[in-house]
């Protein structure tokens, strides 16, 4: 007959060896409390250390703008007048419409400031999410770095809808145009503003319809593209690093603007200026 060994049936067990089994199960009771604190504190910790790490990501873009700012400053000192576009890397083949290597380097060199900053990790967002048309339009993905060689934006016109009768815009005009270069912006991030839907068969073939297409890419928590059947139940942020005309970047919170008034969301506010009319404050 086989010799039963659980102690607790055992009524014989010495009280030496039942203290230690005693031990034996609290420690098991205390490795489990250790395990259950370890797990609430990485809860605690995790969402911390994500904003900590968008964070840097916001400082890296805020540092690549600054760079943009003094190439843009060399380029209007040799030409006299604001460029009417950035630079970067060469359109990735799938977005072309079949242009050969020779003739994606030649663009590539053609953009403005080339001469200034080669294409680099200067033109890319670390959150650049890209542009999402898709089913039935163009899907930049896996970001604008990769598709078109640039994360950033000039902006180069108004919205096409404005309270205000725009007095030309930023690119070709002479230092000194800009009546306030504080507040002026010259370069921003796709979540500042709204884009029209792209839709068509490839890069070849593309057509834009009236349909804002709305972005999230810094502090994103769900959808990085959203249209407008998706804009009311959005409860993210649209927030973009931002430069201005005189050089300086900041971080901007452009959320309340484009939610009070999504068919003009280039007017003008106290942070800044989209484009400039003649009785501009």
């Given at each position: 007959?086989?010799?039963?060994?659980?102690?607790?049936?055992?009524?014989?067990?010495?009280?030496?060896?039942?203290?230690?089994?005693?031990?034996?199960?609290?420690?098991?009771?205390?490795?489990?409390?250790?395990?259950?604190?370890?797990?609430?504190?990485?809860?605690?910790?995790?969402?911390?250390?994500?904003?900590?790490?968008?964070?840097?990501?916001?400082?890296?873009?805020?540092?690549?703008?600054?760079?943009?700012?003094?190439?843009?400053?060399?380029?209007?000192?040799?030409?006299?007048?604001?460029?009417?576009?950035?630079?970067?890397?060469?359109?990735?083949?799938?977005?072309?419409?079949?242009?050969?290597?020779?003739?994606?380097?030649?663009?590539?060199?053609?953009?403005?400031?080339?001469?200034?900053?080669?294409?680099?990790?200067?033109?890319?967002?670390?959150?650049?999410?890209?542009?999402?048309?898709?089913?039935?339009?163009?899907?930049?993905?896996?970001?604008?770095?990769?598709?078109?060689?640039?994360?950033?934006?000039l902006n180069a016109a108004p919205w096409k809808y404005t309270k205000h009768r725009?007095?030309?815009?930023?690119?070709?005009?002479?230092?000194?145009?800009?009546?306030?270069?504080?507040?002026?912006?010259?370069?921003?991030?796709?979540?500042?503003?709204?884009?029209?839907?792209?839709?068509?068969?490839?890069?070849?073939?593309?057509?834009?319809?009236?349909?804002?297409?709305?972005?999230?890419?810094?502090?994103?928590?769900?959808?990085?593209?959203?249209?407008?059947?998706?804009?009311?139940?959005?409860?993210?942020?649209?927030?973009?690093?931002?430069?201005?005309?005189?050089?300086?970047?900041?971080?901007?919170?452009?959320?309340?603007?484009?939610?009070?008034?999504?068919?003009?969301?280039?007017?003008?506010?106290?942070?800044?200026?989209?484009?400039?009319?003649?009785?501009?404050?």
């Open positions: 007959m086989k010799r039963l060994h659980n102690h607790r049936l055992n009524p014989f067990l010495s009280p030496k060896a039942r203290l230690s089994n005693a031990g034996a199960a609290f420690n098991l009771i205390e490795l489990l409390v250790v395990i259950a604190i370890v797990g609430i504190l990485a809860s605690l910790l995790l969402p911390v250390i994500s904003r900590v790490k968008s964070q840097a990501k916001m400082t890296v873009c805020l540092n690549n703008l600054h760079q943009l700012g003094v190439a843009v400053n060399l380029f209007v000192e040799d030409q006299k007048r604001y460029p009417g576009g950035l630079g970067g890397h060469e359109i990735a083949r799938e977005f072309t419409c079949g242009a050969t290597d020779q003739q994606r380097a030649q663009e590539m060199q053609n953009r403005p400031l080339y001469h200034y900053i080669k294409p680099s990790e200067v033109y890319r967002c670390p959150e650049d999410r890209g542009k999402d048309f898709s089913p039935n339009g163009i899907n930049y993905a896996p970001s604008l770095y990769y598709a078109v060689g640039c994360s950033y934006v725009a007095q030309g815009v930023l690119p070709g005009q002479a230092d000194g145009w800009v009546k306030q270069p504080t507040r002026y912006v010259m370069v921003y991030e796709p979540p500042a503003r709204p884009s029209w839907k792209i839709v068509g068969t490839g890069p070849c073939h593309l057509n834009s319809v009236e349909v804002q297409y709305h972005f999230h890419w810094h502090f994103n928590t769900g959808f990085s593209t959203v249209d407008e059947s998706q804009f009311a139940a959005d409860a993210q942020k649209f927030i973009s690093p931002i430069l201005f005309v005189d050089g300086h970047a900041a971080k901007h919170d452009f959320t309340r603007v484009l939610r009070d008034d999504p068919n003009y969301p280039t007017e003008e506010t106290a942070d800044w200026i989209w484009y400039q009319y003649p009785d501009a404050r």
